[in-house]
């Protein structure tokens, strides 16, 4: 289920509609107030979402990691990030917090579709550069001082 839902999302980000949002994605980047909101109002969303889909747990934290890799980015903490990664995956975002959808939300069973193929789509597409920056906040949590002693 989860592999069509990818091939779904890879369909979706080809649709001028998402494209659009990846053209807003670079403004969102270049502007740390607005890109704090998206962030905020992302979370949000993802908190609120319920589903007893068996991957959903997964992808709302690949999500939720992608969003703190994005305020490490911003703050200038983390920069090993590839630009079009950061760009594909703030266009997602604002995909998923606005109301013009391909598939719109009010539309029961086939609403939130499009949304959760995007999502699928991404966290498959950037798997490693979540990977790397989960890797970094680990290291950032070690603590050095202790290397060497008893």
Excluded: C
Aim: glycine residues 8%.
């Amino acid at each position: 289920m989860i592999n069509d839902w990818i091939h779904k999302g890879l369909q979706f980000s080809q649709n001028p509609i998402f494209k659009r949002f990846l053209g807003k994605a670079g403004v969102f980047l270049a502007k740390p107030a607005k890109m704090a909101l998206l962030l905020s109002t992302a979370y949000g969303k993802l908190i609120d979402a319920e589903s007893k889909e068996s991957g959903f747990t997964q992808i709302k934290g690949t999500l939720q990691t992608f969003m703190r890799l994005v305020k490490a980015y911003m703050k200038g903490d983390y920069r090993n990030v590839a630009t079009k990664s950061l760009l594909v995956g703030v266009a997602v975002l604002l995909y998923l917090v606005t109301p013009i959808d391909i598939i719109p939300d009010f539309i029961p069973g086939l609403g939130l579709l499009d949304d959760l193929s995007l999502i699928a789509w991404f966290v498959n597409a950037f798997q490693t550069e979540i990977s790397k920056f989960r890797d970094w906040e680990e290291d950032r949590s070690f603590d050095h001082s202790r290397i060497g002693t008893f």
